[in-house]
């Protein structure tokens, strides 16, 4: 099995972008609204502030209380929206519990041209068409791997376990439209993995995926994050998968750094459109 490393994929990327960013004159501008101090989301955007700085921008940190309102929260936005020192801009998710039922409504108040995070209804919309704006980061995450591990991806088959709509969604219309054969399922069940070239399992359980469930060259992503045994790990047991031909993108430093990489690919976009005067 050929273990792909998203962390060394991610320094890739976002040298390149930083070298690019240079030559380009800019110096992008994340603004990052945070709700309440949870640990787990300060961390999240403590490594998404290291980024903005690795490609030479930087990140600005718009922490609220815990209990803002709808209100207050969609007048941050608007305000960001609005400063013109700012390329982008994202809302950690997920939100506290008051606020979840007005997710939609919270995501779209984000310009769509601001929205690096791909996650406002007029980005996701656009993604079914011929000019998508700006494309999720975990399901641009996942088309890297696919990308660098299959030349061609028109009639391969493709499995993808989950329902979110930041990888699974926008991930099964991307591979439509590059003419993959796609079965989307809510549950993992390894008779689903028989015939298959691709896998993307978000959902399950840690280590459900066993070596025997991979076939000869497949490409797996693993989406998964449990704790067990106090180790990060995935949904693919990866000493299983170790003697099985294929390539497994796996858990931990697999699509997390990969994803913050390209969340810093639509920052840097977001930038240069601006410069550039490009809608």
Same mark, same amino acid.
């Given at each position: ?96 519990? +008051? ?43 996942? +088309? ?73 060259? +497949? ?61």
């Amino acid at each position: 099995m050929k273990f792909i490393s998203g962390s060394e994929l991610a320094g890739e990327i976002q040298s390149s972008l930083r070298e690019s960013n240079e030559q380009a004159g800019i110096k992008p501008c994340l603004a990052i609204i945070i709700i309440g101090d949870s640990k787990e989301d300060l961390i999240y955007v403590g490594l998404k502030n290291k980024a903005s700085v690795s490609i030479g921008g930087q990140a600005r940190i718009i922490q609220l209380a815990k209990d803002v309102d709808k209100q207050e929260l969609i007048h941050n936005i608007h305000k960001l929206n609005d400063d013109e020192d700012v390329d982008g801009i994202l809302v950690q998710l997920p939100l506290p519990e +008051m606020l979840e039922r007005d997710r939609e409504e919270i995501l779209a108040a984000i310009r769509p041209d601001k929205d690096v995070d791909g996650f406002c209804p007029d980005n996701r919309g656009r993604l079914s068409g011929d000019s998508p704006g700006f494309i999720s980061c975990a399901a641009l995450a996942a +088309m890297e791997v696919i990308d660098r591990c299959q030349a061609s991806l028109a009639g391969k088959k493709a499995l993808l376990i989950g329902d979110s709509f930041d990888l699974i969604i926008p991930l099964a219309v991307i591979l439509i439209k590059r003419g993959c054969r796609i079965m989307v399922s809510p549950d993992y069940e390894a008779r689903l993995m028989e015939g298959m070239d691709i896998a993307v399992i978000e959902k399950g359980a840690a280590g459900i995926v066993k070596g025997e469930d991979i076939a000869a060259g +497949m490409i797996v992503i693993d989406a998964g994050f449990y704790w067990e045994n106090d180790k990060v790990c995935g949904n693919v047991d990866r000493k299983e998968a170790a003697n099985h031909d294929g390539c497994l993108l796996p858990v931990p430093g697999g699509i997390g750094p990969l994803l913050i990489a390209k969340l810093m690919a639509n920052l840097s976009q977001a930038a240069y459109r601006k410069g550039k005067g490009i809608d």
